[in-house]
């Protein structure tokens, strides 16, 4: 069967370009990354001019390839706009593999500054001492899986995408790629021991249940919320009375005291008291296979923190499948689901660049980043719809701070 031919890239699809104009000055901080051996002045292709490739990929879905960024190289509005000449393939191939994405990261924070809080945010959270950061991981495919079953020989264990998202303002603030295999530096759990911060609070799942990774949390000044597993080991030497508002959050249980049983010495300890909190699950029906009720297994958490309310600790959980709704996000409405690059320093700049995007539909629109106002956007940079109709889009979402880029 003959494969489908992918439209070309004409300077009529593309429009909107003003909004990447916003961000041009940070981007041009990049201009020298990776020219330290250009010693000939032979370098055509920038760091800048690559990302802004990248963020035009994002903004425009008529462009779906790195063909397709080819193309758009070549048009006369984007070489006005970000000062390139057209590129090879080769040499966005290379650029993935000689720039830094760590950059990309002070600039996704200098945005992250600008950005303002979500006013959806429960207002119990918005007084909270230390930033509200869940962390999270997820798989992205490095090949299609009919490449995969044609060479099943091989040990294409894929990439795991690692982020931090903060809760109170509804954007990803970093990233970092790693194999698939879970194993030593790709494990999830030293993934995070190498990025933790002071006065942070991370709002974590059971993966990443590990005592060490709790005493290395509160020896950087952090806290967290963890869930762990049922059956997990504890003993309490002060179990408080529950009052009305945390029975209404469905708070079962509220006790402080050791984690971990004293008779095992093969693992570290924690090293602080721990408070476990024990929260009603909600029953959700089974959508598939036998119709049976489903489980219905009660959620532990277990923090440092001691002073805060059990209600506001089930309710800072709650808040943690944010993340997941970033990661349907970027797959499934970014295009990250498909890689521009095979390695793990083009896939960050790609992530980065992701993140880039998620702050400017933030700071643009002056609202978290949704589905259907990208869609506006692509719409409007595709000609479908004028600035009007944008900005009627726009005024007909939730009032929300506005922050000027």
């Not at 919320?225 to 309490?236: K, L, M, S, Y």
Request: charged fraction near 25%; include cysteine.
């Amino acid at each position: 069967m003959a494969r489908k031919k992918a439209k070309r890239v004409s300077d009529a699809d593309l429009t909107g370009l003003k909004y990447l104009k916003r961000i041009s000055s940070l981007l041009k901080r990049l201009r020298p990354v990776g020219c330290e051996r250009d010693k000939a002045g032979n370098r055509d292709l920038f760091f800048d001019q690559y990302c802004g490739l990248i963020l035009l990929y994002m903004f425009n879905p008529i462009v779906t390839s790195l063909r397709g960024m080819q193309q758009t190289s070549q048009l006369k509005k984007v070489q006005r706009l970000l000062g390139c000449q057209r590129a090879s393939l080769g040499s966005l191939s290379e650029a993935a593999r000689v720039f830094d994405p760590e950059l990309l990261r002070e600039i996704a924070g200098e945005l992250l500054q600008r950005a303002p809080q979500r006013a959806d945010c429960d207002p119990r959270l918005k007084d909270f001492a230390q930033t509200l950061t869940a962390v999270d991981g997820s798989l992205l495919k490095k090949l299609p899986q009919i490449t995969q079953a044609c060479f099943a020989t091989r040990n294409d264990r894929g990439f795991k995408l690692h982020a931090h998202f903060e809760i109170l303002k509804g954007v990803p603030v970093k990233s970092a790629v790693t194999d698939a295999s879970g194993q030593g530096p790709a494990n999830e759990k030293n993934v995070l021991r190498s990025q933790l911060e002071p006065d942070r609070c991370y709002v974590i799942d059971r993966g990443y249940e590990q005592f060490s990774l709790f005493n290395a949390i509160v020896d950087v000044g952090s806290s967290y919320v963890c869930r762990i597993r049922n059956d997990r080991t504890f003993t309490a030497d002060e179990v408080r009375e529950l009052d009305d508002e945390a029975r209404v959050a469905g708070v079962l249980e509220d006790a402080i005291g050791q984690l971990g049983s004293p008779k095992s010495r093969r693992i570290e300890h924690p090293q602080h008291r721990v408070r476990r909190v024990v929260i009603r699950a909600e029953t959700h029906p089974k959508r598939g296979g036998r119709k049976r009720a489903a489980a219905t297994h009660d959620v532990v958490l277990v923090t440092n923190l001691l002073d805060v309310p059990a209600e506001i600790l089930a309710l800072i959980y709650r808040c943690r499948w944010m993340i997941e709704l970033y990661f349907r996000f970027l797959k499934h409405v970014l295009g990250c689901r498909k890689l521009l690059s095979d390695c793990d320093n083009g896939i960050e700049i790609q992530t980065y660049c992701a993140i880039i995007a998620c702050l400017l539909i933030s700071l643009v629109t002056g609202r978290k980043p949704t589905l259907r106002t990208y869609e506006m956007l692509c719409y409007y940079f595709q000609g479908l719809a004028d600035e009007e109709e944008l900005l009627a889009h726009i005024n007909r979402l939730p009032p929300h701070a506005t922050t000027s880029v």
